[in-house]
């Protein structure tokens, strides 16, 4: 019956199912928004009909759509329709591009954007005095890659009344000269000093933003994602692309836990929830900032960190939220609901969110709320047996784990030679039977699922191919892994328990691949181009001359 044929057919492929037993298929089939059919070409091939769309995939791979298990697409999306620095390295690029924007853009009250890397200045502190040569006359701020530092001018100082003697906030630190000057670089919390005065994100620049960050991931084959910051003017551009139709991916809302304040902001969080379930939005999970990061020394660390030149600190890092105050909002978090979604970069911290989620299981009971810890840079061995434990996944963002100038130069010589060898322990989480997921914490890093798998399996820079050495090389996990980490793992973490594999009755989100991915003659994974990207079984992302 003309009914029963497929709307889509996949035939001739490498198809990775993704199920337990890994296994592969030549051909797919879907109908509506459902997958109809998997299994060899003469399998699917009743399900074909005069008005069936067939692609031949010529032995190319056809994955689960990739989802990503932490990721800021309204900041990522924001970032390139501002001041886009994350594809520029060095002080010099940094700052014409910067004085080009400035004077194409005359009419902005404040110069915004970010993406400046760390390595590109000593120890990490770029200077207002370079930016007061490029944009004298008007407040600059531009966050890092990863969020935990900006960069600003004098003029934005002025502005928030910056001086020597303004004391540092708890959660944060004021860069400074000898004699207290501030040098133009914020640490963590001490950023919202100038943050609170830039002008509100309008409601359009968001959905803009949302909209270009939306594009950018499909392009990738991403068919979902967590964010992994959620404040009320992220949910409010969610739900705006939700109600309209057009938010075309699945998402998942972390929302923000304010260290600021403590558990009674949770009546906040419920009516955050209660809103937040429209259409491919669902604001179900809770993002609990642990800690910072250890390149500027805020990650929270069982052990002081060393000083640059090898000498001892008294510097363990900060604790975003108390150990005290982290369990007990775990613990009502899990009874209620919500899913707990850690930053935990620091072996401290990853500890204390290890205690938070057994404490939850212990007063709560064992329940479906799936918490999962992201970044995990450093994890004391004896909290890795227990992820699998605590059913409390780890959150992999793997193009991190490589020898490269941040590491060489502002990591390894704070952490010390013991503490550096437990970074990124991908491999032993995963022997110790934990569930592993990935994200990219997009903009902080590319969001190119291909280059994150590349160093998972590699631990070497994709700019480094070729000379790069291993870091630390025992860690590497193979590519299926890798692959069903971004797959069904991170689907498993978003409680979209209808995706991440291909299989029959399973929603038809999928991403069709320029080659065979296991196939090393055909290049590093890296390289990997998505040929076209589907959700519900229709084309969110297609290039030309695919039929």
């Keep these: 019956m003309p009914n029963d044929h497929a709307d889509l ?28 059919g998997v299994g060899s070409d003469a399998d699917v091939k009743p399900l074909t009909g005069p008005r069936t769309r067939v692609i ?4 190319r791979t056809v994955t689960a759509g990739f989802q990503d298990a932490h990721v800021h697409p309204t900041h990522g999306g924001l970032a390139r329709i501002r001041c886009e620095l994350h594809d520029a390295r060095g002080k010099d690029e940094y700052l014409r591009i910067v004085a080009e924007y400035a004077a194409a853009h005359p009419d902005r009250e404040w110069i915004l954007g970010g993406g400046w890397s760390l390595a590109d200045f000593p120890g990490g502190l770029p200077r207002r005095e370079d930016l007061d040569r490029v944009v004298p006359d008007r407040p600059v701020i531009f966050p890092n890659r990863d969020g935990h530092d900006v960069w600003v001018n004098s003029m934005a100082l002025e502005l928030a009344g910056i001086t020597k003697d303004t004391p540092d906030p708890v959660d944060g630190r004021i860069a400074r000269d000898p004699d207290g000057t501030p040098i133009g670089t914020l640490h963590e919390g001490a950023a919202d000093l100038v943050q609170r005065l830039v002008p509100a994100t309008s409601a359009a620049d ?26 009320p003017d992220d949910q409010a551009a969610y739900l705006a ?35 937040g379930q429209v259409g491919r939005y669902q604001a179900t999970s809770v993002k609990l900032m642990c800690d910072g990061i250890i390149e500027n020394q805020t990650a929270a660390m069982l052990q002081p960190y060393y000083a640059p030149d090898g000498s001892p600190t008294d510097n363990a890092g900060l604790d975003f939220i108390d150990a005290e105050t982290l369990t007990a909002a775990v613990v009502a978090l899990d009874a209620l609901g919500f899913q707990p979604h850690f930053h935990a970069l620091g072996d401290r911290a990853v500890r204390h969110a290890l205690d938070a989620v057994e404490a939850a299981r212990r007063t709560n009971g064992w329940s ?42 502002l990591t390894l010589p704070v952490l010390g030679a013991e503490v550096s060898a ?73 409680h979209l328990d209808e995706t991440g594999t291909l299989a029959v009755g399973k929603l038809a989100d999928l991403a069709i691949l320029d080659r065979d991915l296991f196939d090393e003659g055909a290049g590093p994974i890296g390289d990997t181009t998505v040929l076209a990207t589907f959700v519900d079984g229709v084309a969110v992302h297609e290039l030309p001359g695919l039929d």
């Excluded at 031949?56 to 032995?59: D, F, K, N, V």
């Excluded at 968001?206 to 959620?230: K, M, N, P």
């Excluded at 836990?257 to 009546?267: H, T, V």
């Design 56 to 59: 031949e995939l010529r032995g």
């Design 9 to 36: 057919v996949l035939t001739g492929g490498r198809i990775f199912t993704g199920d337990a037993a890994k296994t592969w298929a030549q051909a797919l089939a879907v109908r509506g928004n459902r997958i109809v």
């Design 368 to 409: 479906d709320t799936r918490p999962h810890l992201a970044h995990l840079q450093v994890v004391d061995p004896d909290d890795i047996p227990r992820f699998a434990k605590l059913g409390a996944l780890a959150n992999a963002q793997p193009l991190w784990a490589v020898l490269e100038e941040q590491m060489t130069e």
């Design 422 to 494: 437990r970074q990124y322990p991908w491999r032993s989480l995963r022997r110790h039977g934990a569930t592993l997921v990935m994200g990219s914490d997009w903009s902080v890093s590319t969001p190119d699922p291909f280059l994150e798998m590349e160093v998972a399996v590699t631990r070497i820079s994709p700019d480094a191919r070729a000379t790069g050495e291993a870091f630390l090389p025992h860690e590497r996990i193979e590519l299926v892994d890798a692959l069903t980490a971004f797959t069904a793992g991170s689907a498993y973490a978003n």
């Design 206 to 231: 968001y959905r803009i933003g949302l909209l270009e960050g939306q594009r950018y991931l499909h392009s990738l084959g991403i068919t979902a994602w967590q964010d992994a910051w959620v404040v």
């Design 241 to 275: 692309l939700a109600e309209t139709g057009e938010l075309t991916a699945r998402v998942i809302g972390a929302l923000w836990w304010d260290r600021s304040r403590g558990l009674e902001q949770i009546d906040d969080l419920l009516e955050l929830r209660a809103a």
